[in-house]
């Protein structure tokens, strides 16, 4: 079966600038996460969606940061505008009902300048 | 607390040997303690996980000891091959009312397995 997808692999932009990133989940798997993994650190956990509904959002900066997933399936998350902070890898990973493991995609690894 | 917390920050050792690996969290909601593997480049991939209703569990090379008292957990790779060589990540998540599970994970491990 094919895996998480996610795009664009690498993204360079300015500070205040915005970006978005793409998930496609393996197919099937209900459950879909959105990690940012600074470099020299552990994912954290961004936001976690149940279908097309949020289950957590608690560490997501709302303020900059939006995510959406479009009918249960695709996911994207916004940065806007970014800051230098932001800069790391944004992992996707997604989890079939009833099943403890994730799946994470390649990442997406951003650079704000 | 939901912090875990995990050491060495990084472990060479040589064709053949142990690698150990270690993690300790606080709090004791935590009842799933997966371990993931990291290459460059690529996401973390599921490796093996434990629950607390075991002190060890074993997959080949891959070992997780358990110690629900002290609230540690470790990683042990026997006969370690130059193929192991990636970053490794515990983690640990609270009892859920559902199905889908939240991971806290560790800080990372670079492991560097010499030929």
């Known amino acids: 079966e094919a895996g998480v997808a996610q795009s664009p692999r690498y993204k360079i932009i300015e500070k205040r600038q915005s970006v978005a990133f793409w998930c496609n989940p393996i197919s099937g798997h209900a459950t879909l996460y959105w990690y940012q993994q600074i470099l020299g650190q552990g994912p954290k956990l961004l936001i976690q969606?149940?279908?097309?509904?949020?289950?957590?959002d608690s560490q997501l900066p709302k303020d900059r940061f939006s995510a959406e997933r479009l009918k249960g399936v695709d996911s994207t998350l916004k940065i806007q505008p970014a800051k230098l902070e932001d800069s790391a890898v944004y992992l996707c990973a997604s989890s079939p009902r009833g099943s403890w493991e994730q799946y994470f995609g390649p990442g997406t690894r951003l650079t704000v300048t | 607390q939901q912090q875990v917390k995990q050491s060495p920050q990084s472990l060479i050792v040589q064709k053949g040997g142990i690698s150990i690996i270690n993690c300790a969290y606080e709090?004791?909601?935590?009842?799933?303690f997966p371990w993931y593997q990291q290459f460059p480049g690529k996401g973390p991939a599921l490796l093996i996980a434990?629950?607390?209703?075991?002190s060890e569990k074993k997959e080949g090379r891959f070992t997780i000891s358990f110690n629900k008292s002290a609230k540690q957990f470790s990683l042990h790779i026997m006969d370690s091959q130059p193929g192991d060589s990636a970053t490794y990540f515990c983690a640990a998540s609270p009892v859920s009312s559902g199905s889908a599970r939240q991971l806290t994970f560790g800080s990372g491990t670079q492991l560097t397995v010499l030929p």
């Open positions: 434990i629950r607390p209703d075991v």
């Open positions: 709090n004791t909601a935590f009842d799933y």
């Open positions: 969606f149940q279908n097309n509904g949020v289950v957590d």
